[in-house]
């Protein structure tokens, strides 16, 4: 944020912020580099050619100057923004907005109220949106000194009859009521006593008041993280992570950078390779095959790998692996058959999970590692502790096999694949299962690394 507490120079002054509104950009621009001798008249030979920058004509130089100051303020850099304000003549806020900025920060509610009606802003409800939010935080100031008669007076004479709002209301009126009045207000409207909150109060009217008024917070960070967004997703052979675009030049991929060449065959099963996975480090990689086993992998510096472990012992095809959430151990699962835990270091099994009379079908941990999953062939899913005991399961009621499963990082929801077409969201907490319809067979699926999707 700027610092709007310093006087605004008489110059500021001059232009009242309504007049500023009702002006043009370009009269804007006039009106701020009037006065006679300013060295701004003799810079520009047209004011209106001057006022549109970049090769495509589309930017306005008012606008990019004002979003630049504003920007360095939010870094920090106080004193540059305050030059190029001086030296642009192009000032971030008019001297109206300095002014209601100063009074909310001052906590002059009533004058900053009065300031906004000044404004002729064309939406009464915008009006009457910031006037509740400037209120409502009064009255929330009045509590926190214990002034109850002075806040019961903001709520009858100025919250109410701005007449929107009206839960919201019964809300705060609740808050008088309360005996616990700093914990109620706490969970209504936290960090009220801090020195922030009035920042923050600023920053919620900045939303709802015009940019040309209060120019958005971070607006010059949003628009570049737009631009960068937008070169990513137009980027057709997109590979890399997000850290490492840059803003010195516009992101490309070439299409080597998509890996195209073979530099190893791993030679190591006798059968078909049914399952790969990295382990989460990557300092690992993990497959199964339908000779029964399954070989932990080294990767090395180079890229290149070497066999680590065979792991033996399975009596059908290995139809998944699942890394534990540190690298350290790996399950199994024999198709049909059993779930093995295996140390990595050792490559010796250190557990076996199965159900008397059930193939097991699909392996997964939890993201703690202190308990794992499987889906069965009878269309169920079970829980053990590392040391087999069984925690619980869900009944299946599927058509088709527990085959994919994953769970989110908080544990809460396993995912799995429920019918052909149909994903099934199980909640182990209330224990209540949500389905998600495709249109079409689901072959596989995998959960995104915040959670929010499935593929
Ligand atoms: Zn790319």
Not at 194 to 218: C, D, H, V, W, Y
Not at 278 to 294: C, I, P, Q, T
Request: charged residues 25%; proline residues 3%; contains cysteine.
């Amino acid at each position: 944020m700027g610092s709007l507490d310093e006087i605004p120079s008489p110059k500021r002054l001059k232009v009242s912020s309504v007049e500023s509104e009702r002006l043009s950009n370009d009269s804007f621009l006039l009106a701020l580099s009037s006065p006679s001798g300013d060295p701004m008249a003799s810079h520009l030979p047209s004011q209106e050619k001057e006022d549109i920058i970049g090769p495509k004509g589309i930017i306005r130089r008012t606008e990019l100057v004002r979003t630049i100051a504003s920007a360095l303020y939010s870094l920090g850099y106080e004193k540059t923004g305050r030059t190029l304000e001086e030296e642009s003549k192009l000032y971030l806020r008019s001297s109206m907005a300095n002014l209601f900025r100063k009074q909310v920060l001052d906590g002059n509610w009533n004058e900053s109220v009065a300031t906004l009606h000044e404004l002729d802003l064309v939406d009464e409800n915008i009006l009457k949106d910031a006037s509740f939010q400037i209120f409502e935080h009064k009255f929330f100031e009045l509590l926190e000194k214990n002034r109850t008669v002075d806040a019961l007076n903001t709520l009858r004479t100025e919250i109410t009859p701005l007449t929107i709002n009206k839960k919201r209301v019964h809300e705060l009126s609740g808050c008088l009521v309360f005996s616990s009045q700093h914990a109620l207000q706490e969970a209504q409207h936290p960090g009220i006593g801090t020195a922030n909150s009035r920042l923050k109060l600023l920053r919620k009217l900045q939303k709802l008041l015009p940019p040309t008024f209060m120019i958005p917070e971070g607006r010059l960070e949003c628009l570049v993280e737009q631009a960068l967004i937008l070169q990513r997703d137009g980027c057709k052979f997109h590979n890399p992570l997000d850290n490492t675009l840059s803003l010195y030049t516009d992101h490309q991929c070439r299409k080597d950078q998509i890996p195209s060449q073979t530099i190893q065959i791993l030679q190591a099963h006798h059968g078909e390779v049914w399952f790969l996975q990295f382990s989460n480090h990557g300092k690992y990689l993990a497959s199964s095959s339908s000779d029964k086993s399954a070989v932990i992998w080294e990767v090395h510096e180079d890229g290149h790998l070497s066999r680590k472990h065979t792991l033996s012992g399975h009596e059908n095809a290995v139809a998944m692996v699942a890394w534990s959430p540190d690298d350290q151990q790996l399950l199994s699962c024999g198709a049909e058959e059993v779930v093995r835990r295996w140390d990595v270091t050792s490559g010796k099994c250190l557990h076996v999970y199965e159900k008397s009379g059930i193939g097991l079908s699909s392996c997964g941990w939890f993201p703690d590692g202190d308990k794992v999953f499987s889906g069965a062939m009878d269309k169920s899913m079970y829980v053990w502790d590392l040391d087999g005991k069984e925690l619980g399961y869900q009944q299946g009621q599927g058509t088709t096999n527990t085959s994919d499963m994953a769970v989110t990082k908080d544990g809460k929801r396993i995912i799995s694949m429920f019918e052909e077409a149909v994903v099934l969201l199980h909640d182990t907490e209330t224990k209540i299962d949500k389905l998600i319809t495709e249109e079409q067979t689901i072959t596989s699926f995998s959960l995104s690394r915040d959670d929010k999707f499935c593929y």
